[in-house]
């Protein structure tokens, strides 16, 4: 008992305390190295920017201490799922990048976001929103319903908190806003609307009167937009 003691105190004084279920179960292993509080927010945060530096990774974490999040990206670097690698032009500073083991988890996220779904709507009231974060769901929630007509881009948002969604022969991709793009029309406004928006709760006019503002083409949001639902409370249908 006394030895044991000693070994945990040691590991906590290393930084390197080891927390495992001890279990043989692919669910419980899996947890080992994603279960951690954030963990999983991280993944999503190099899911949606590609390579990020730590100063990026942190903005999209708002309320993550510096310290902890330094610990949980050593914590995925030791256990495959992310890479550290020197930042293109600036070999000082360093990019942190999925893995194509980390990359893997995408699934894992997009069932965490169907399962999550239903609760959207029971946020509270001032929790915290990027623009960002909804690229995710547009990815699933929203679909080309006119596959024969030219690409379109649409830009949510700007550069600084944004992602352009793109759709073209019948499929959407979203990326992080580029710069040699010409978005054919761009949407702002608040969260819980554009959730809404996105989900099919709310019809395009009602969240224009709610706040959303479209510039340019706003017809091509008809393209991509899901037909709006009966019920202005609906969780969305991710495809």
């Known amino acids: 008992m006394v030895l044991d003691t000693f070994k945990q105190s040691l590991d906590k004084v290393k930084g390197v305390q080891v927390k495992s279920y001890g279990q043989l179960c692919s669910i419980a292993r899996a947890l080992d190295v994603v279960g951690d ?12 920017g590609g390579a990020l ?14 310290n902890l999040l330094t610990q949980r990206l050593r914590d995925l670097e030791t256990n495959g799922v992310v890479a550290r690698e020197p930042a293109p032009g600036n070999p000082g500073t360093p990019t942190y990048r999925l893995t194509e083991r ?4 995408d699934g894992v996220l997009r069932e965490l976001l169907k399962w999550g779904a239903p609760t959207v709507p029971d946020a509270p009231s001032d929790a915290i929103f990027q623009m960002h974060w909804l690229s995710q769901p547009a990815r699933f929630l929203l679909a080309d319903h006119r596959p024969d007509e030219p690409p379109i881009v649409i830009r949510f948002s700007t550069f600084d908190d944004g992602f352009d969604l793109t759709a073209a022969d019948g ?3 979203v990326d992080p806003c580029r710069r040699d793009v010409s978005p054919l029309a761009g949407v702002t406004g608040p ?7 996105l989900q099919g709760a709310m019809p395009l006019p009602a969240a224009i009167a709610q706040g959303v503002d479209v510039t340019g083409d706003a017809a091509a949001l008809t393209r991509v937009l ?14």
């Open 226 to 239: 899901p037909a709006p639902q009966a019920s202005t409370n609906v969780p969305g249908h991710y495809n």
């Open 53 to 66: 530096r730590f100063g990026e990774v942190q903005r999209g974490l708002p309320g993550i201490a510096t």
């Open 37 to 48: 509080r954030w963990t999983l927010l991280i993944v999503r945060e190099l899911l949606i």
């Open 102 to 105: 980390g990359r893997a988890l």
């Open 191 to 197: 969260g819980p609307v554009l959730v809404a928006l």
């Open 171 to 173: 499929t959407i991709t």
